[in-house]
């Protein structure tokens, strides 16, 4: 299910543009607009629920993308890990009320890709 103006719901639905890492039926992961490093994504469950503690839960249908997009995090773009979060309300610093992972990329130093976000997405996609 979608709710109305929810800019991740529009993402889901391919409404607004979005650099796609990852989709299958249950999770769409997208490079976060305001990267903390190079490669930060965000996996959202593409039914719409706000956060940890509402209904319908959201956190199992991430998990399996939540895995796969840190594999290729750190196959592609050679980061060294990678730090998982989640902001689950306002207090917590939530500002996009549909649920979401940040994975974020830890580097070595020096050993961060180069480029801008388009040079990224094609490298975490391996073509
Ligand atoms: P949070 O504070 O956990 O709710 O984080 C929301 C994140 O969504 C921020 O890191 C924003 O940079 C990111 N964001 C907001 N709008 C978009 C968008 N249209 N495409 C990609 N990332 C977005
Ligand atoms: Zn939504």
Same mark, same amino acid.
Do not use: W
């Given at each position: 299910? /979608?709710?109305?103006?929810?800019?991740?719901?529009?993402?889901?639905?391919?409404?607004?543009?979005?650099?796609?890492?990852?989709?299958?039926?249950?999770?769409?992961?997208?490079?976060?607009?305001?990267?903390?490093?190079?490669?930060?994504?965000?996996?959202?469950?593409?039914?719409?629920?706000?956060?940890?503690?509402?209904?319908?839960?959201?956190?199992?249908?991430?998990?399996?993308?939540?895995?796969?997009?840190?594999?290729?995090?750190?196959?592609?773009?050679?980061? /060294?890990?990678?730090?998982?979060?989640?902001?689950?309300?306002?207090?917590?610093?939530?500002?996009?009320?549909?649920?979401?992972?940040?994975?974020?990329?830890?580097?070595?130093?020096?050993?961060?890709p180069r480029g801008?976000?388009?040079?990224?997405?094609?490298?975490?996609?391996? /073509?």
């Open positions: 299910m /979608s709710m109305d103006g929810c800019i991740f719901c529009r993402i889901v639905q391919g409404d607004v543009p979005a650099r796609e890492v990852f989709r299958d039926d249950t999770a769409v992961a997208f490079l976060d607009l305001s990267p903390k490093s190079p490669g930060h994504t965000l996996v959202v469950p593409t039914t719409h629920t706000e956060n940890l503690t509402s209904e319908p839960a959201g956190l199992a249908l991430m998990a399996d993308a939540v895995t796969t997009v840190a594999r290729t995090i750190t196959d592609r773009l050679g980061a /060294s890990g990678v730090t998982a979060q989640i902001n689950s309300g306002a207090a917590a610093g939530q500002e996009v009320f549909h649920l979401h992972v940040h994975l974020i990329p830890r580097y070595q130093p020096g050993q961060s801008g976000p388009d040079e990224v997405l094609t490298q975490l996609l391996g /073509s």
